[in-house]
C-alpha cells in the first residue's frame, strides 16, 4: 500500500466520519420519521375521504335546493316568468351546465343553459328526454336522484345529472365533469388525489389528472376495483406511476364512491422534505467538516512535524534540539520517550563498540590458529599421499611377488622334470662314454630310444615352460602398462586364474568357474585382472577362518546395470561376479570396504587400499561399478558390472 | 476428459441461448396494446362502449396466457390534436400496436403519427373509402364507406321506395363524411334518387337548428338522412320531428349506439341504420360476450364494443402467432382468418376487410332489425 501524507489521512479521516455520522443519523432519522409519516398519511386519507364525502354531499345539497326551488316555482309561476328565473338561476350557478324542465312525458318546456339563447328558445322546447335514464330513474315524487355519467344532448359532453320531480314537473340538472372536479379538488387538499366514481365504474372525477375524467372505467384499476366492491385496501397503491395511501368512502345520496389518495413512499411532500432536509444537513455537515478539519488539525499536523524533524535529527546527526512544548499531552510524551531512546541508543552504541572491539580480537586470535591448523593439516595430507603412494607401490609390489612366486612354483615342476629327463640322458651319456663303444647293437637302440624319451620329456616340459612364460607375460603386461585393447573375457580370467593357481592349490579352498562364451570386450584386461585378483585374493584371506574349506564361483555374463540376475546377451554390459560362501562382511562395516586404508588385518599385511583401488578401477577406468551384496545362505558376492565398451578416459 | 460436474462452457452456453431467446426471439411477456377512442365530446358513447369492449378482450386474453396483455387507454377528444398526442404518447410508451380510433378523421391523425414509426394500428369502425387498398400500417376492421353508403342507397330505393333524400352532413369528421356521401350520391344517382338538399354543420358551432331543419325540409324530401355522430343525429331529429313528425329517418351506421336511443327520444322512433355487426346474433359467442357486457357496464354492447373486442383478439392472436422476424402487420394479414363473435374475420392483402350489413330500425326504445 502507498502511504499517503498525514494532512491527506486527516481529510479522508474527517470525510469517512462525517460521511458514517451522517450516513447513520441520516438513515435512522428517516426510518423513524418515515414510518411516522406513512402512519400520519394513512390516518390524514382515512379522515380526509369522510370529510370529502360528507362535504361533496353537502355542496351538492346547494344545487338540489336550487332545483327543489325552482321545481316547486315551476309549479306555481307561469312560463316566462319561470323563464326568467330558470336563466338567472343557471348564471349565477356556474357549475350547473343546464337545467331542463320537464313535463310528465319528458318533454322540455324549458332549459336554461349559459348559452344567449333563453330558456324558452325554440330550440329548447320540446326536445325529448323520455328515454334518459336518469328521468327514467325518477319514479317517485320530492326524491333527489343523481345519475351516473352521461352524454350531454344540449352539450354533447359528458355530464353528471341531478333530478327532481315533484307532481308533473320534473327538473334535471347537469353538471360537467369538469366542474365537479375543481369543486372535489377544493375541498381536498392540494397534495392528495381525489378520484370520484359513479355506480357504472366510470372515473367522473380525478383531482390529479383532468384527462382522465371519464376515460377510465375503474375495473381496470385493481384497488378501485377493491374499492367498488367495498373491501378493505392495501396500504400502498400505486396509479400512473405514483404511490398513494388510499381510503375510500361511499356516498349513499350520490351513489358515488370517493377514494382519496394521500402521496406514499417518495411521492409524499413530507417525505420528499424530509429527504431533502437530509441531504442539506449531510452536505452542510461534511463541507463544514472539510473546511473547519484541515484549520483545526494545523497544529496537530505541526505538533507532527516537530516529532518527525526530532526523529530525522536524531537519525541523521543524533542532535537533540532544543525542546518544545506541545498542546498535545501524547505529544510531549513521545518527545520525552524520543529522548529517552536517545539515551539508550547511545549507551548502548558505547557498549556495542567495546563488544566489538573484543570480537575483533577474538576473530583475529581464531584465524591465526585456524590458518596453522591449516597448514598442519596441509603437511598431514602431504604425508599421508605419500603413504598412500608407498602403500600403493608396496602393494603393487606384493602384487609381483605374487607373480614372481606363481611364476616359480609353476616353471619349478617342467624345469625339474626337464633336469631330470636331461640328468638322465647325462648319466646315461657318461656310461655310454665309459664304454667307449656300444658292446652291442641292442645297447645302442635301448640308448637311443632313453636318449628320445629324454628329449621328448625336455621338449615338452620346456614347451609347457614357454607357455607358462608367455602367460605371465600377458598379465605382467596388462597390469603394469593399462593398454586398451579388444580381448576375450574368458581368455583374460584364464589367464588371471593361472596367476593365482598357486595360491589356490595352496589353500585348502576350491575355485569353480562360469564363465559366457564369446563376451569380447573393448576395455582395460589389466584393470579388469587386477580387480578379479583382488576379489580372489580378499575372499582367500578374509572369508574363512583357519581350517575351512571354502569355496569360491566366478562368474561372468552379461548383465543390465543395477540388476542383480545376468540377462540376455543383448546387453552391452557385463558382470564378472566373485561369490564366496564364507563369513560374509557384518552390515557395521558395510559400505567402509571400499574406503582407502580400511582393512580388518591391520598389522597383518593388508594395506587396506586394495578394495579402495578396485573399486576407483572400476569406476574411473572401465566406467563400471563395484558393488557386494550378501548371499543368502552365508557368504558374499562382489560383483563388477562393466560395458563391454569402456568409456574413452 | 470427463467433468463431474456440467462445465462452465455448457451453462455459459445455456444461460446465452436463454437470452438470445428472450432478447431476439420469443414475444415478450407483456403485449402493449394502445387504445385511443373518443372518450369525451359528442363521441364519447361510441369510444366507451369499444374502451368498453376492448378491456373485456384482454381481459379475457389475460385470464387464459401466460403472456400478459396491458391496455393503455387515451382519449382523443374527438380533436385531430389530441389525437396525435395521444398517438405520440403511445408511441413512446412503445406500444407494440394501437386499436383506434373510432372516426376517420381521428384514425388518420394516429396513422400520421404511428405510421413512420412503423407501429401498426387497427381501425374497428374508421371506413373511409380512401383508407382502404393501400399498403400502410393501417388495418381495418369495417367495411368502407363505398359499401356502406351503397348499401344504404340500395336500400332506400330498392326497399324503402325512397328516392328523394336530404342529407344533414357532420363536417367534424369531414373524411368519413365527404366520402360517405360521394358515394351515396353516387349509388343513389346510379339507382334514380336525388338528393334534395345537404344541410352541412359542425357541433361545436351548432346553435341555428331552425335554420338547418328548414334547409333539410325545404325541397320536399321523401327522407332525410344524417351523417353524423349518435349525439348530432339525435340533437337534430328532436329539432326536424318539431318541424315534421312523420317524414322517415335514416342515420349513417356511425350513429348506430344505445345512445341515439336515449338523446333521440321520441323523435328517433322509426329510424333505420345500417348495422355492421348482426346485434341479434344468437351465437354463443356473442351472445356469451353480450351477458358479460351488460353485467359489467349496465347496458348492452354497440357496434363499437364488439369491433373494439374484435380488434383486440385479432391483434393478441396474431401477435402470439408472431414469428421473430415478422413484423406486427404482417403477423396480423397472414395468421387469419379469425374467429368474430358474429363472423369471420379475414383481411385482403392490404389488410382491409368487409362486414355484413344489417340494416335496422328503432321500435320501442330498441334497435329491431328493419322489416321492410
Not at chain 1, 336550487?66 to 309561476?77: D, E, N, V
Not at chain 1, 324542465?101 to 336554461?112: C, F, K, P, Q, T
Not at chain 1, 461534511?286 to 537519525?315: G, H, W, Y
Not at chain 1, 583382488?534 to 543395477?562: F, S
Request: aromatic share 8%.
Amino acid at each position: 500500500m502507498r502511504p499517503i501524507p498525514f494532512r491527506l489521512f486527516l481529510l479522508y479521516l474527517a470525510f469517512l466520519v462525517t460521511l458514517t455520522t451522517t450516513l447513520i443519523s441520516g438513515v435512522s432519522i428517516f426510518m423513524i420519521r418515515y414510518k411516522g409519516i406513512g402512519e400520519r398519511s394513512r390516518k390524514a386519507a382515512e379522515e380526509a375521504v369522510d370529510v370529502l364525502a360528507s362535504s361533496a354531499e353537502d355542496i351538492l345539497s346547494a344545487v338540489e335546493n336550487s332545483i327543489f326551488l325552482l321545481a316547486r316555482s315551476s309549479l306555481q309561476m307561469e312560463h316566462g316568468a319561470f323563464g326568467e328565473l330558470l336563466d338567472g338561476s343557471v348564471a349565477l350557478t356556474p357549475m350547473i351546465r343546464a337545467v331542463y324542465l320537464l313535463d310528465e312525458r319528458g318533454m322540455s318546456i324549458a332549459v336554461g343553459t349559459h348559452d344567449p339563447r333563453p330558456s324558452l328558445h325554440e330550440d329548447f322546447v320540446g326536445i325529448d328526454f323520455s328515454n334518459m335514464p336518469l328521468f327514467n330513474a325518477l319514479d317517485h315524487d320530492d326524491m333527489f336522484v343523481w345519475s351516473d355519467k352521461f352524454l350531454s344532448i344540449l352539450s354533447g359532453d359528458t355530464s353528471i345529472g341531478l333530478g327532481f320531480k315533484t307532481g308533473t314537473a320534473v327538473v334535471i340538472a347537469e353538471l360537467s365533469l369538469d366542474a365537479l372536479m375543481r369543486t372535489f379538488g377544493s375541498i381536498s387538499q392540494t397534495s392528495t388525489r381525489v378520484w370520484v366514481i359513479d355506480r357504472l365504474g366510470e372515473l367522473v372525477a380525478d383531482s390529479g389528472m383532468s384527462s382522465e375524467s371519464g376515460i377510465i372505467n375503474v375495473r381496470t384499476i385493481d384497488f378501485m376495483s377493491k374499492a367498488m366492491e367495498q373491501k378493505e385496501l392495501d396500504t400502498i397503491v400505486q396509479f400512473n406511476g405514483t404511490q398513494y395511501h388510499p381510503a375510500w368512502a361511499f356516498s349513499e345520496k350520490l351513489g358515488w364512491l370517493f377514494i382519496i389518495g394521500v402521496p406514499a413512499g417518495s411521492d409524499n411532500i413530507l417525505i420528499k422534505s424530509t429527504i431533502t432536509d437530509l441531504i442539506l444537513f449531510s452536505l452542510s455537515f461534511i463541507i463544514v467538516a472539510l473546511i473547519l478539519i484541515p484549520i483545526l488539525s494545523m497544529q496537530i499536523f505541526r505538533d507532527v512535524q516537530d516529532l518527525r524533524n526530532l526523529a530525522l535529527n536524531l537519525a541523521e546527526n543524533g542532535e537533540i534540539p532544543a525542546q518544545k512544548q506541545n498542546r498535545i499531552r501524547e505529544f510531549n510524551s513521545i518527545r520525552l520517550h524520543l529522548h529517552d531512546m536517545h539515551a539508550q541508543i547511545r549507551e548502548r552504541e558505547d557498549k556495542l563498540k567495546l563488544v566489538n572491539q573484543t570480537l575483533e580480537k577474538m576473530v583475529d586470535d581464531r584465524t591465526r590458529a585456524l590458518t596453522d591448523r591449516n597448514n598442519e593439516l596441509q603437511a598431514t595430507l602431504g604425508n599421508l599421499k605419500q603413504v598412500q603412494e608407498v602403500a600403493m607401490r608396496s602393494e603393487k609390489l606384493a602384487a609381483l611377488g605374487r607373480l614372481v612366486a606363481g611364476i616359480a612354483h609353476e616353471l619349478n615342476t617342467p624345469i625339474g622334470n626337464t633336469l631330470m629327463a636331461v640328468t638322465s640322458i647325462k648319466d646315461r651319456q657318461e656310461a655310454l662314454e665309459q664304454e667307449k663303444a656300444f658292446s652291442d647293437r641292442e645297447r645302442f637302440e635301448k640308448f637311443t630310444r632313453h636318449l628320445k624319451t629324454g628329449l621328448q620329456i625336455a621338449e615338452l616340459n620346456i614347451q609347457k615352460v614357454a607357455e607358462l612364460v608367455n602367460g605371465f607375460k600377458h598379465v605382467a603386461n596388462d597390469q603394469t602398462s593399462s593398454v586398451r585393447r579388444t580381448f576375450d573375457l574368458n581368455d583374460t580370467i584364464d589367464d588371471v586364474l593361472l596367476t593365482l593357481s598357486p595360491m589356490l592349490k595352496r589353500s585348502p579352498h576350491s575355485l569353480k568357474t562360469r564363465i559366457a562364451e564369446g563376451i569380447i570386450m573393448d576395455s582395460f584386461p589389466g584393470t579388469i585382472g587386477q580387480i578379479l585378483t583382488n576379489l580372489i585374493t580378499n575372499a582367500l584371506t578374509h572369508a574363512w577362518d583357519e581350517g575351512q574349506k571354502g569355496k569360491i564361483l566366478v562368474r561372468a555374463e552379461p548383465v543390465i546395470p543395477g540388476t542383480t540376475n545376468g540377462d540376455t546377451a543383448a546387453c552391452d554390459w557385463v558382470r564378472v561376479s566373485v561369490q564366496d560362501n564364507g563369513r560374509g562382511i557384518p552390515e557395521s562395516i558395510g559400505q567402509q570396504v571400499f574406503e582407502p586404508f580400511f582393512t580388518t588385518r591391520m598389522g597383518k599385511g593388508g594395506t587396506g587400499l586394495g578394495l579402495n583401488i578396485a573399486h576407483n578401477g572400476a569406476r574411473n577406468i572401465l566406467g563400471g561399478i563395484l558393488d557386494f551384496h550378501l548371499n543368502k545362505d552365508g557368504g558374499v558376492t562382489f560383483f563388477l558390472d562393466m560395458p563391454v565398451r569402456a568409456p574413452e578416459l | 476428459m470427463k467433468h463431474a460436474f456440467p462445465g462452465i462452457r455448457q451453462w455459459t452456453l445455456a444461460t446465452l441461448i436463454c437470452v438470445l431467446a428472450v432478447g431476439c426471439g420469443s414475444p415478450r411477456q407483456t403485449v402493449r396494446v394502445g387504445f385511443i377512442s373518443g372518450l369525451s365530446g359528442g363521441n364519447a358513447d361510441t369510444g366507451e362502449a369499444g374502451r368498453n369492449g376492448a378491456m373485456i378482450a384482454v381481459e379475457e386474453f389475460n385470464e387464459h396466457n401466460t403472456v400478459k396483455a396491458q391496455l393503455i387507454i387515451r382519449d382523443d377528444g374527438n380533436d385531430v390534436e389530441q389525437t396525435r398526442q395521444a398517438a405520440e404518447d403511445l408511441t413512446a410508451r412503445k406500444v407494440d400496436v394501437i386499436i383506434g380510433a373510432f372516426t376517420t378523421t381521428t384514425t388518420e391523425a394516429i396513422v400520421s403519427v404511428a405510421g413512420p414509426k412503423k407501429v401498426l394500428v387497427l381501425t374497428p369502425s374508421a371506413s373511409a373509402f380512401h383508407l382502404f387498398g393501400k399498403d400502410d400500417e393501417l388495418i381495418l376492421l369495417n367495411s368502407s364507406t363505398k359499401d356502406n353508403a351503397g348499401d344504404y342507397a340500395m336500400y332506400m330505393h330498392k326497399r324503402a321506395g325512397l328516392t328523394r333524400v336530404s342529407i344533414a352532413r357532420d363536417t367534424q369528421n369531414d373524411a368519413f363524411s365527404r366520402s360517405w356521401l360521394t358515394f351515396f350520391e353516387q349509388r343513389l344517382s346510379e339507382e334514380g334518387g336525388i338528393i334534395t338538399a345537404i344541410a352541412e354543420f359542425d357541433s361545436r358551432e351548432l346553435t341555428d337548428y331552425r335554420h338547418l331543419v328548414k334547409t333539410l325540409l325545404h325541397d320536399s324530401p321523401d327522407t332525410v338522412l344524417f351523417i353524423a355522430n349518435s349525439v348530432d343525429t339525435a340533437r337534430i331529429a328532436q329539432q326536424l320531428r318539431k318541424a315534421d313528425q312523420h317524414i322517415p329517418l335514416f342515420a349513417a351506421e356511425w350513429a348506430g349506439t344505445e345512445q341515439l336511443i336515449e338523446l333521440g327520444g321520441a323523435s328517433v322512433e322509426g329510424m333505420r341504420l345500417l348495422q355492421n355487426v348482426n346485434l341479434f346474433d344468437e351465437g354463443p359467442d356473442f351472445v356469451r360476450f353480450r351477458g358479460e357486457y351488460y353485467n359489467r357496464f349496465g347496458r348492452n354492447p354497440s357496434y363499437s364494443s364488439v369491433m373494439a373486442y374484435e380488434a383486440v383478439n385479432v391483434v393478441l392472436t396474431a401477435y402470439l402467432k408472431k414469428t421473430p422476424r415478422q413484423s406486427m402487420k404482417n403477423a396480423a394479414l397472414h395468421n387469419g382468418p379469425y374467429k368474430g363473435l358474429t363472423q369471420m374475420i379475414s383481411f385482403n392483402k392490404w389488410g382491409d376487410m368487409k362486414r355484413e350489413s344489417h340494416f335496422v330500425m328503432i321500435r320501442n326504445k330498441t334497435f329491431l332489425p328493419a322489416q321492410d
